[in-house]
């Protein structure tokens, strides 16, 4: 067994066992959503960086999931559980909908980046327009903890959930790389023309890679707002959230399995970091906006294979190989 694998066996029990020494609360959230992040940026990396298809409509299956479970809860009394679920099922449908189109049209690239995007802000100014999901001051879930309702009072909960989320998502994308599908994307990301010459169906592989990734994204979204206890489009069917996925696998390392979870550990540390800076909420929102974008730029220039792709990290993996 390589030293890798120890390494990460080690790193599984460290999470395991995190809550048991560090029972403070920030220090839970912040890991928390870490994981979250991580959870996610793996879910868009699906698409974004297995299949090469840039989505800027992630937005759309975290407020499905999202609003589902909501609605489902406070007006008929439904466990988040079914209703994670149900949104996940119309998630999956509304992926394969927006991917029969586009893919049908051979939409790729900016292209289908500026589609994405456009869904996205339609579906935005849409939620915000009916009431019955709360229009633009969204929805505030009934408090009753307990299993049954997904609502804790303590974070260990949560945090143990959102790792199970973060260790299924890193052995689903494993077995996808690994398999036949995984070959195909590769391929189909290189040069989809090559790739339809050696028999590969593009359509058929990027419409079951984006309904993948709308699924767990969806998923991702019940766990969200279980945790906030709300939801509104600002938190869900936005732009930014989009952005932020994109930021978190680029600066990571596109289409690597590492890279997504090391990205979004970066973007939450320095999020948080600026937070608890002595400076007005919107000044730091600022500051962090302009931070990332000089980083993803940088990124973008001089180290497109993000940071698994750095010379210092494949030192480090080339010493321990």
Not at 123 to 137: M, P, R, T, Y
Request: charged letters at 10%; glycine letters at 8%; proline letters at 2%.
């Amino acid at each position: 067994m390589k030293i890798q694998h120890f390494v990460l066996a080690g790193i599984a029990v460290l999470a395991l066992i995190m809550p048991v020494f560090f029972k403070e609360r920030i220090f839970l959230t912040i890991m928390i959503l870490i994981y979250f992040y991580a959870y996610l940026a793996l879910s868009w990396n699906l698409i974004g960086g297995f299949g090469g298809q840039i989505s800027l409509g992630h937005g759309i299956f975290m407020g499905i999931g999202s609003y589902s479970v909501a609605v489902l809860f406070i007006n008929y009394g439904i466990t988040p559980w079914i209703g994670m679920f149900i949104g996940a099922i119309l998630s999956a449908a509304s992926a394969y909908l927006i991917g029969f189109i586009t893919f049908s049209f051979k939409i790729q690239g900016i292209f289908f980046v500026v589609v994405t995007l456009a869904l996205t802000q339609i579906c935005q100014e849409v939620v915000k327009q009916i009431k019955f999901l709360g229009a633009s001051e969204g929805l505030t879930l009934p408090i009753s903890m307990g299993w049954r309702n997904f609502q804790f009072s303590e974070k260990t909960e949560y945090y143990y959930i959102i790792l199970f989320l973060l260790i299924a998502v890193i052995f689903i994308s494993y077995y996808i790389k690994k398999s036949m599908l995984g070959y195909n994307l590769q391929a189909i990301r290189e040069n989809e023309d090559t790739a339809a010459a050696s028999g590969v169906d593009l359509k058929k592989n990027k419409n079951l890679i984006f309904v993948l990734s709308a699924i767990l994204t969806s998923i991702g979204a019940t766990f969200y707002m279980q945790f906030t206890f709300f939801v509104d489009p600002e938190s869900t069917v936005n732009f930014n959230l989009n952005i932020y996925l994109v930021l978190c696998a680029v600066i990571g390392g596109l289409g690597t399995i590492m890279g997504p979870v090391l990205g979004a550990t970066f973007y939450v540390l320095i999020t948080e970091l600026l937070r608890f800076m002595p400076i007005e909420s919107q000044k730091a929102a600022a500051i962090t906006r302009i931070i990332f974008a000089l980083i993803m730029m940088y990124t973008m220039i001089y180290n497109p294979k993000g940071i698994v792709g750095s010379k210092i990290f494949k030192k480090i993996y080339k010493k321990y190989d």
